[in-house]
């Protein structure tokens, strides 16, 4: 039997992880940034025309504030399988350090997805501006782009973090929605 596992969380899982946990805290991973990098072609766009959402790269002196949940290691495997189904398009499981918010210092090995440029799904960098626009023209099986966008802005908000790559495209897409 596997022992318990920590998965960390910083896109959608951070409001809607989907899968059975014991614990979930607010945390932070560092060394790395946030940004709408990857193409989504499975869930917030289609083949042809993707969506954008988020990965992690690697940034001297940058975190990136998230959740952590604690999976009981009866559901580790049921729970493994599940994210690698959700977070095929592109998605590598990486060990990461995550330190619990609200408990300074205090790390765990967890777990993360993060997508990579080699993966086909990578768009990598772009003007935010060129970003809001593909994001507020894309939807797929998962919704609406913009609404993925708008939900990570709100989780993070209600986190307390500050995320200025997601904030400012959170301001772009609702003014660009707003013509």
Do not use: K
């Amino acid at each position: 039997m596997n022992p318990a596992l920590w998965i960390f969380g910083y896109g959608s899982l951070v409001w809607r992880p989907d899968f059975d946990h014991l614990e979930s805290r607010p945390a932070r991973i560092r060394g790395f940034g946030r940004r709408f990098w990857q193409g989504s072609t499975d869930h917030r766009g289609v083949p042809g025309a993707p969506g954008r959402v988020v990965t992690v790269v690697p940034e001297s002196g940058a975190h990136c504030d998230g959740r952590v949940y604690r999976v009981a290691s009866e559901h580790v495997d049921a729970v493994l399988a599940s994210l690698d189904h959700r977070e095929q398009g592109g998605y590598r499981r990486f060990e990461v350090e995550a330190e619990l918010c609200g408990d300074p210092g205090r790390l765990v090995p967890a777990l993360m997805y993060a997508a990579t440029p080699e993966n086909g799904e990578y768009l990598g960098p772009a003007p935010l501006a060129e970003i809001a626009q593909q994001v507020c023209r894309s939807s797929g099986p998962s919704g609406h782009n913009v609404d993925y966008v708008v939900e990570l802005a709100d989780a993070l908000r209600d986190l307390g973090a500050d995320d200025a790559h997601v904030f400012e495209l959170e301001r772009l897409v609702r003014s660009e929605g707003a013509r």
